[in-house]
């Protein structure tokens, strides 16, 4: 299992990924509205950005960070959803996609009837 972690830049593609995760079998997601850091310093007005590079930044523009807990065989999948959706991650204004490995997971499986213990009990 892998904890994938998405930022993806383009907000105006969230719902067509979130629904192409969905139609590849990668159903559980939670999605945080988050900014960047130079977005971050551009609100609050920092003087380490020049008037310059300020004005290519979009203070109203949030990222949308996207984590889910993955099978591991479902990261190629993911990869090919984002970039379809998204487009090539090296270029600007896309995303960041990074996984770590999990040695513990619990609670992604809810079952809606009932379990094997409680049909026993029956």
């Known amino acids: 299992m892998k904890l994938m972690v998405f930022i993806l ?4 593609v969230l719902d067509k990924l979130l629904e192409g995760f969905s139609a590849a079998g990668i159903r559980g997601a939670t999605i945080i509205e988050s900014a960047g850091l130079a977005v971050t310093l551009s ?9 310059s ?11 949308h960070t996207i984590i889910s807990v993955i099978k591991d065989s479902q990261l190629e999948i993911a990869r090919k959803v984002i970039y ?38 029956k």
């Open 9 to 12: 830049n383009r907000n105006d």
């Open 43 to 51: 609100r609050m007005g920092s003087n380490i950005f020049s008037a």
């Open 53 to 63: 590079l300020k004005a290519l930044l979009s203070a109203e523009e949030n990222n």
């Open 84 to 121: 379809r959706t998204v487009g090539d991650l090296s270029k600007p204004n896309t995303g960041v996609l990074c996984t770590m490995p999990l040695d513990f997971v619990e609670g992604t499986i809810k079952k809606t009837s009932d379990t094997v213990e409680e049909k026993k009990e």
